[in-house]
Protein backbone atom coordinates (compact mmCIF):
# COMPACT_ATOMS: atom_id res chain seq x y z
CA UNK A 1 0.00 0.00 0.00
CA UNK A 2 1.54 3.48 -0.72
CA UNK A 3 2.06 5.54 2.06
CA UNK A 4 -0.91 7.96 1.41
CA UNK A 5 -3.01 5.30 1.09
CA UNK A 6 -1.75 3.60 4.88
CA UNK A 7 -4.53 4.12 7.53
CA UNK A 8 -3.99 6.67 10.30
CA UNK A 9 -2.14 5.27 13.66
CA UNK A 10 -4.78 4.06 16.04
CA UNK A 11 -3.58 7.06 18.25
CA UNK A 12 -4.54 9.41 16.14
CA UNK A 13 -8.00 11.07 17.19
CA UNK A 14 -10.69 11.69 14.63
CA UNK A 15 -14.23 13.27 15.09
CA UNK A 16 -17.41 12.40 15.28
CA UNK A 17 -19.83 15.50 15.63
CA UNK A 18 -23.63 15.79 16.17
CA UNK A 19 -24.52 19.34 15.44
CA UNK A 20 -28.07 20.99 16.50
CA UNK A 21 -29.39 18.66 18.49
CA UNK A 22 -32.44 20.25 20.25
CA UNK A 23 -33.86 19.57 23.83
CA UNK A 24 -36.73 20.40 25.82
CA UNK A 25 -36.18 21.42 29.12
CA UNK A 26 -36.48 23.45 32.96
CA UNK A 27 -32.94 24.32 33.50
CA UNK A 28 -32.38 28.51 34.96
CA UNK A 29 -31.88 30.47 37.57
CA UNK A 30 -35.73 32.30 37.38
CA UNK A 31 -38.74 30.18 38.30
CA UNK A 32 -40.19 30.68 34.95
CA UNK A 33 -37.23 29.34 33.00
CA UNK A 34 -38.24 25.81 35.40
CA UNK A 35 -42.11 26.02 35.12
CA UNK A 36 -42.09 26.67 31.59
CA UNK A 37 -38.72 25.26 30.20
CA UNK A 38 -37.25 26.39 26.52
CA UNK A 39 -35.18 24.76 24.00
CA UNK A 40 -31.84 23.72 24.50
CA UNK A 41 -29.70 23.00 21.35
CA UNK A 42 -26.34 20.97 21.72
CA UNK A 43 -23.07 20.40 19.61
CA UNK A 44 -21.10 17.26 21.04
CA UNK A 45 -18.04 16.99 19.33
CA UNK A 46 -16.32 13.39 19.88
CA UNK A 47 -12.59 12.58 19.33
CA UNK A 48 -11.55 8.91 18.83
CA UNK A 49 -9.48 6.94 16.69
CA UNK A 50 -11.56 5.64 13.64
CA UNK A 51 -9.21 3.93 12.02
CA UNK A 52 -9.55 0.50 14.12
CA UNK A 53 -13.68 0.95 13.12
CA UNK A 54 -12.91 1.67 9.41
CA UNK A 55 -10.11 -0.92 8.89
CA UNK A 56 -12.58 -3.47 10.32
CA UNK A 57 -16.21 -2.25 9.36
CA UNK A 58 -16.88 -2.92 13.24
CA UNK A 59 -19.26 -0.72 15.14
CA UNK A 60 -18.21 -1.76 18.52
CA UNK A 61 -15.18 0.14 17.71
CA UNK A 62 -16.44 3.43 17.48
CA UNK A 63 -19.36 5.22 18.59
CA UNK A 64 -23.03 4.56 17.81
CA UNK A 65 -23.97 8.38 16.80
CA UNK A 66 -27.91 7.41 17.05
CA UNK A 67 -27.32 5.87 20.44
CA UNK A 68 -25.11 9.28 21.69
CA UNK A 69 -27.76 11.55 20.65
CA UNK A 70 -30.90 9.65 22.32
CA UNK A 71 -28.50 9.60 25.66
CA UNK A 72 -27.23 13.54 25.19
CA UNK A 73 -31.24 14.71 24.85
CA UNK A 74 -32.11 12.20 27.89
CA UNK A 75 -29.71 13.90 29.86
CA UNK A 76 -30.65 17.49 29.09
CA UNK A 77 -33.95 16.39 29.85
CA UNK A 78 -33.38 15.27 33.32
CA UNK A 79 -32.77 16.65 36.51
CA UNK A 80 -33.28 20.24 36.22
CA UNK A 81 -30.31 22.53 37.44
CA UNK A 82 -29.59 26.47 37.78
CA UNK A 83 -26.56 26.67 35.16
CA UNK A 84 -25.67 25.55 31.27
CA UNK A 85 -22.05 24.86 32.42
CA UNK A 86 -23.22 21.96 34.61
CA UNK A 87 -25.86 20.45 31.43
CA UNK A 88 -22.37 20.70 29.28
CA UNK A 89 -20.59 18.53 32.58
CA UNK A 90 -23.46 16.11 32.39
CA UNK A 91 -23.19 15.92 28.84
CA UNK A 92 -19.62 15.55 28.56
CA UNK A 93 -19.93 12.26 31.34
CA UNK A 94 -22.07 10.91 28.60
CA UNK A 95 -20.36 11.17 25.59
CA UNK A 96 -17.33 9.57 27.46
CA UNK A 97 -19.08 6.91 28.96
CA UNK A 98 -18.59 5.26 25.54
CA UNK A 99 -15.45 3.13 25.32
CA UNK A 100 -13.54 4.56 22.21
CA UNK A 101 -13.93 8.19 23.41
CA UNK A 102 -10.91 9.55 24.31
CA UNK A 103 -12.28 13.53 24.18
CA UNK A 104 -15.54 15.29 23.97
CA UNK A 105 -16.46 19.25 22.91
CA UNK A 106 -19.69 20.14 24.03
CA UNK A 107 -21.39 23.60 23.25
CA UNK A 108 -24.97 24.18 24.87
CA UNK A 109 -26.57 26.93 23.56
CA UNK A 110 -29.32 28.79 25.17
CA UNK A 111 -30.64 30.87 22.57
CA UNK A 112 -34.06 31.99 24.33
CA UNK A 113 -32.04 32.98 27.47
CA UNK A 114 -33.39 35.60 29.59
CA UNK A 115 -31.56 38.65 28.35
CA UNK A 116 -32.75 41.96 28.11
CA UNK A 117 -31.04 42.98 24.81
CA UNK A 118 -31.48 41.39 21.42
CA UNK A 119 -28.90 39.32 20.68
CA UNK A 120 -28.53 35.45 18.39
CA UNK A 121 -27.40 32.89 21.11
CA UNK A 122 -25.97 32.20 24.30
CA UNK A 123 -23.70 29.21 24.80
CA UNK A 124 -21.27 27.77 26.57
CA UNK A 125 -18.40 25.41 25.38
CA UNK A 126 -16.17 22.86 27.34
CA UNK A 127 -13.22 20.04 26.31
CA UNK A 128 -13.21 17.42 28.85
CA UNK A 129 -10.75 14.13 28.26
CA UNK A 130 -10.51 10.86 29.85
CA UNK A 131 -8.73 10.75 32.56
Known amino acids: MPPSAEPPSSGQLDEIRLTGLRATAYHGVFEHERRDG??????????????????????????HYGELAEQVVAAVESDPVDLIETVAERVAGVALSFPAVREVVVTVHKPNAPISVPFDDVSVTIVRSRS
Open 38 to 63: QLFVLDVTVRLPLAPASATDDLDRTV
